[in-house]
């Protein structure tokens, strides 16, 4: 079955440290990988997403993240965090035979230390 | 930047009552989308909705959810008789085309429902 694993529930970092969030999924073939952002009291925002291509996805505020297609993960980076970094990240994939479905991630809560 | 409005923030309500809650897409979405996250676990897709009518269902989405579009603007999930189980922050999200890895989705800040 599909799913996507996010390893950390919570990481802290401090301010202007990098980043990185793991995201693991199982998939039977390419996937379509998402990160979405939830900052508190807001909606789900979307960071960016890989379908094909490069690898290497570029995001809003400075993220990125990376398709390994043989470690199974889409990993989100950012080389300097900001005190307004702090939310939950949520890892999806697009779920097989549904064009509109996505498979979520539990989600990571990044807290930032001044 | 366009919103999906979701209302109201939280709603609290007994077992067994009927609840609706209401959505605004942007409005030249034409896909739509209902999800829900129980407190410490998955998003979870609920339904989505196209050309009035639904494409797509989860087995959560059973007999006692529906979902309508009653005028241009407004999305609404209804939940006949609550559960206690249904206890959820519930997220609906717009989309311009159906293909998820070409649009993403837009999505509300969510509705908190406590079911007592």
């Known amino acids: 079955a599909q799913s996507v694993t996010q390893p950390d529930i919570h990481i802290t970092v401090s301010e202007g440290a990098s980043l990185e969030l793991r995201c693991n999924y199982s998939?039977?073939?390419?996937?379509?990988l998402f990160w979405y952002v939830q900052s508190p009291g807001q909606g789900l925002q979307l960071l960016l997403k890989y379908f094909s291509g490069d690898t290497l996805v570029q995001g809003i505020k400075g993220f990125e993240a990376e398709f390994k297609r043989s470690q199974s993960s889409f990993n989100l980076r950012k080389p300097s965090v900001h005190w307004s970094d702090a939310a939950e990240y949520f890892c999806a994939v697009g779920a097989r035979g549904s064009q509109g479905n996505l498979i979520f991630g539990k989600g990571t809560k990044l807290s930032v230390k001044p | 930047e366009p919103e999906v409005t979701q209302t109201p923030s939280h709603q609290v309500t007994q077992m067994g009552q009927e609840v609706i809650l209401r959505c605004v897409p942007i409005?030249?979405?034409?896909?739509f989308y209902w999800y829900r996250q129980i407190l410490g676990q998955k998003v979870e897709f609920l339904v989505s909705?196209?050309?009035?009518?639904?494409?797509?269902k989860s087995e959560i989405f059973d007999d006692q959810f529906s979902v309508e579009r009653p005028d241009g603007s407004n999305f609404t999930l209804k939940i006949r008789s609550t559960k206690l189980e249904d206890s959820a922050m519930y997220f609906c999200?717009?989309?311009?085309?159906?293909?998820?890895?070409?649009?993403?989705?837009?999505f509300g800040s969510g509705t908190r429902l406590t079911v007592v």
């Open positions: 909705f196209y050309n009035n009518e639904i494409s797509e």
């Open positions: 998939y039977g073939a390419t996937p379509y």
């Open positions: 409005s030249n979405h034409l896909y």
């Open positions: 999200a717009s989309s311009e085309g159906g293909q998820v890895r070409y649009y993403g989705y837009t």
